[in-house]
């Protein structure tokens, strides 16, 4: 699973397109963590998370939107920056 981003010490990764399931989504990973988020709003689509770092993950979400449905329909992954 490629890592995405990193930044304040959340992990962003994706599957594979061809190994994984509609509707698009990222991994997000923070400690003991784990939760994935909606490409299309950024919201909570399974597992849990810290408030303040699922806030952060629908914030890089928003700002990286295009890039992520790009890679989640081409497989082509790139880095991405953290937030600021």
Same mark, same amino acid.
């Given at each position: 699973? +490629?890592?995405?981003?990193?930044? /304040?010490?959340? &992990?962003?990764?994706? /599957?594979?397109? *061809?190994? =994984?399931? *509609? +509707? ?5 990973? /923070?400690? *003991? =963590?784990?939760?994935?988020? &909606? ?5 909570? /689509?399974?597992?849990?998370? +810290? ?10 979400? @928003?700002? &990286?939107?295009?890039? !992520?449905?790009?890679?989640? =329909?081409?497989?082509? &992954?790139?880095? !991405?920056?953290? @937030?600021?």
């Amino acid at each position: 699973m +490629p890592t995405i981003s990193v930044f /304040y010490g959340i &992990y962003i990764m994706m /599957y594979l397109k *061809n190994k =994984e399931h *509609n +509707p698009p989504h990222i991994h997000a990973f /923070y400690g *003991n =963590e784990a939760a994935t988020f &909606y490409i299309s709003s950024g919201e909570l /689509y399974e597992g849990s998370f +810290p408030s303040r770092a699922m806030k952060m993950v629908k914030e890089f979400i @928003l700002k &990286y939107q295009d890039e !992520l449905m790009k890679m989640w =329909e081409t497989g082509v &992954y790139k880095k !991405l920056k953290g @937030l600021d």
